[in-house]
Structure formats: structure tokens, C-alpha cells
């Protein structure tokens, strides 16, 4: 089960439930990928609706590479997400929101 506390989210992928997360180190990956010095256009472009399937697929592949996820980019790119695009992008909208969210906040 994934802990919101610890900022983690689930996600089925290839019809199993993966926990993901955003380390320090998949936030430094992530970035990396998107070629940027700060998350902080990318949190914006979540909070106004206006990611791109990039935006997507690198924070869930830098969530599950925190969660101890072994894959890749082209695994990731092949692999069936339950829910398709949707819920893969509210994966990668909450997967910000639990990162950077104050846990003494309700």
C-alpha cells in the first residue's frame, strides 16, 4: 500500500501495483531528463493544465526509479498503465503535490 505520508503513490504497470516516490535522487534525475534547473516550471505547468506527455513519463519513471524500479525509459514507453494516459497523468500530478507537500498540513 503506498503511504501519502511518505509521499508515495501507486500505480499498476503491466498489471502490477508499483509504489512510486520522489527521492532526492529521482528528483535530480528528473531535472536531468527534462533538461531543466529547477522543478519549479514543471510544478507550474501541473498546476495549470499544460504538461506534455514528457512532463508525464519522466515523473513516473523518476517515481518509480525512487521506488527501487530497475526499468528504463523504453520499458516504461512499452508498458501497459492501468487507466491509460489519465491516470498516469494524475500519478504524476499527485507524485509532485506529495513531493513538495508540507506533511504537517492536512
Known amino acids: 500500500m503506498a503511504n501519502p505520508w511518505a509521499g508515495e503513490v501507486a500505480l ?5 501495483r508499483r509504489i512510486m516516490k520522489l527521492t532526492l535522487g529521482a528528483l535530480a534525475e528528473l531535472e536531468a531528463s527534462l533538461g531543466t534547473d529547477t522543478l ?7 498546476e495549470g493544465a499544460a504538461f506534455s506527455a514528457r512532463d508525464v513519463s519522466a515523473l513516473i519513471l523518476a517515481g518509480l526509479r525512487g521506488g527501487g524500479w530497475q526499468g528504463g525509459a523504453g ?3 512499452q508498458a501497459d ?22 506533511p504537517g498540513v492536512a
Not at 81 to 102: H, N, Q
Request: glycine share 8%.
Open 12 to 16: 499498476v504497470i503491466d498489471g502490477e
Open 40 to 46: 519549479v516550471a514543471l510544478v507550474e505547468r501541473f
Open 75 to 77: 520499458a516504461l514507453a
Open 81 to 102: 498503465i492501468a487507466g491509460g494516459p489519465m491516470a498516469a497523468a494524475r500519478a504524476a500530478a499527485e507524485l509532485l503535490a506529495r513531493a513538495f507537500a508540507d
